[in-house]
């Protein structure tokens, strides 16, 4: 009886009443998902989409992806992943919806899925739940994940929030493959299951583990919060993916690049670029490249890794007279009052079980920083400020500002389901029998400090 709604969204969201077009789409169902697909992609073989769409992933169980609404030089709109996430941010900005006349909410079917089953493999002797999070994570969804949990398995859930100090003494160990977590009064407990929410897991729990974390650590390193794998892992997929009409669609991506190497690079993408750190989140050093003062900017700061992306930069389409081929624009907001256009994007939240997968939440937010940055962490104040005027709802009041269609949403969720399917493949070839292809890793990602880290 811990689930109190009033914890575990903001009242924007408790007051909101989702838009009747996104509980068509949830209330849609994979059969029928699959028959509106393919009538708009004849080319598409409807039974590898099936088979996808019922996969049951083995590492990756829980993801995002970030899209842009885009058109090319032909005129031609489509939804392109940006990002794609592991243990991602959203839930506490999505409404309640109804399904089959049945009131849901994202925590507790998430729990139901996904979560549940991790924890069928699980040892219950080895001890308890936790959900350990870091200074990077959301209160407000921390609540949310913590009571669903402990209703749906009626058991208590340890909090653990760790702490990006070095002088710390953090409260969670890993002792024979088992994790630890010490309480107020300094007494280690052991804990059976974990519900990761932290930016970077590999710091802290090892790759092999009798205690089951969600999602698997290697996941997040395969791609989920790692832009570089992540852009490997699509390329291997769509390889795969050749002659069924399906295609995991994202930017021109340059991977493993030095900072000395960015300016050429910049200037072969005709001066306008972005550059990412590859494992970091929440919109941290991620440069967009419009001119020489902004790429001066980037060359003066300090990085914590050594390899870089770039990508290719989704354009104004008023910055030129003409569309130019191999580029993209956004399409952006419906104008509002006065007349103005926003760059914003959408997120698609999905999980899993045995029958394959689910959407589970969708989010829209309006750019702020640099124009094109979407995130609504305000990092100038705090990782816990959130620029909720940016969160476009997906209620009756905001969801028309977006542009999305019913089939914009199906577009994502088929692209989504791809790039998850296409990080889990990448999983288990790091992470054959348990063991970890470090050869593998390092041949495709040769960052010294991330290696360091691991």
Same mark, same amino acid.
């Given at each position: 009886g811990d689930f109190d709604p009033e914890l575990c969204f903001p009242p924007k969201i408790l007051n909101a009443t989702i838009h009747p077009l996104v509980t068509s789409f949830f209330?849609?169902?994979?059969?029928?998902?699959?028959?509106?697909?393919?009538?708009?992609?004849?080319? *598409?073989?409807?039974?590898?989409?099936?088979?996808?769409? @019922?996969?049951?992933?083995?590492? !990756?169980?829980? +993801? +995002?992806?970030? !899209?842009?609404?885009?058109?090319d030089s032909n005129s031609n709109r489509q939804m392109i992943i940006v990002e794609s996430g592991s243990c991602p941010a959203?839930?506490?900005?999505?409404?309640?919806?109804?399904?089959?006349?049945?009131?849901?909410?994202?925590?507790?079917?998430?729990?139901?899925?996904? !979560?549940?089953?991790?924890?069928?493999?699980?040892?219950?002797?080895?001890? @308890?739940?936790?959900?350990?999070?870091? @200074?990077?994570?959301?209160?407000?969804?921390?609540?949310?994940? *913590?009571?669903?949990?402990? @209703?749906?398995t009626k058991e208590h859930v340890w909090v653990v929030k760790l702490q990006n100090d070095a002088e710390y003494e953090q409260p969670i160990k890993c002792e024979n493959q088992i994790m630890y977590i010490r309480d107020q009064d300094r007494v280690w407990h052991s804990i059976r299951a974990c519900f990761n929410y932290?930016?970077?897991?590999?710091?802290?729990y090892p790759l092999k583990s009798k205690t089951a974390v969600f999602n698997h650590v290697i996941s997040c390193l395969a791609s989920g919060h790692n832009k570089i794998m992540a852009s490997k892992s699509f390329e291997s997929f769509n390889n795969e993916l050749s002659g069924s009409g399906l295609a995991i669609h994202f930017p021109e991506t340059i991977c493993n690049i030095n900072k000395s190497e960015v300016p050429s690079y910049i200037e072969k993408m005709g001066g306008r670029a972005v550059i990412k750190a590859p494992y970091d989140s929440l919109g941290k050093d991620i440069y967009i490249i419009t001119n020489s003062e902004e790429l001066k900017k980037f060359l003066d700061a300090n990085l914590p890794y050594e390899r870089l992306i770039v990508q290719s930069l989704f354009e104004n389409r008023l910055w030129s007279e003409k569309l130019h081929p191999g580029k993209f624009y956004h399409i952006g907001t419906m104008p509002d009052d006065h007349n103005q256009i926003f760059v914003h994007d959408l997120r698609m939240i999905v999980t899993t079980n045995e029958t394959g997968f689910y959407p589970v939440a969708?989010?829209?937010?309006?750019?702020?920083w640099n124009i094109f940055g979407t995130n609504i962490t305000d990092e100038s104040v705090s990782k816990e400020v959130l620029e909720y005027e940016r969160a476009i709802i997906i209620d009756q009041k905001e969801f028309d500002n977006t542009g999305f269609s019913i089939d914009d949403l199906i577009d994502a969720y088929v692209q989504t389901v791809l790039s998850v399917i296409a990080i889990d493949k990448m999983c288990q070839k790091l992470l054959e029998n348990y063991e970890f292809n470090y050869k593998l890793f390092h041949s495709l990602n040769p960052d010294n400090v991330l290696l360091g880290e691991l």
């Open positions: 209330n849609l169902g994979n059969d029928r998902i699959i028959t509106r697909y393919k009538n708009l992609n004849p080319q *598409v073989d409807i039974n590898v989409l099936r088979n996808y769409l @019922e996969y049951n992933p083995k590492f !990756f169980k829980w +993801a +995002a992806s970030d !899209f842009f609404n885009v058109i959203g839930q506490m900005i999505m409404p309640l919806l109804n399904i089959n006349n049945k009131r849901r909410n994202g925590y507790t079917f998430l729990t139901q899925t996904a !979560f549940k089953q991790a924890l069928k493999n699980t040892d219950s002797s080895l001890g @308890e739940l936790a959900i350990v999070s870091d @200074e990077g994570c959301y209160t407000i969804e921390i609540a949310g994940y *913590v009571a669903a949990i402990s @209703e749906e932290i930016d970077k897991p590999w710091c802290y969708i989010l829209s937010r309006r750019n702020s």
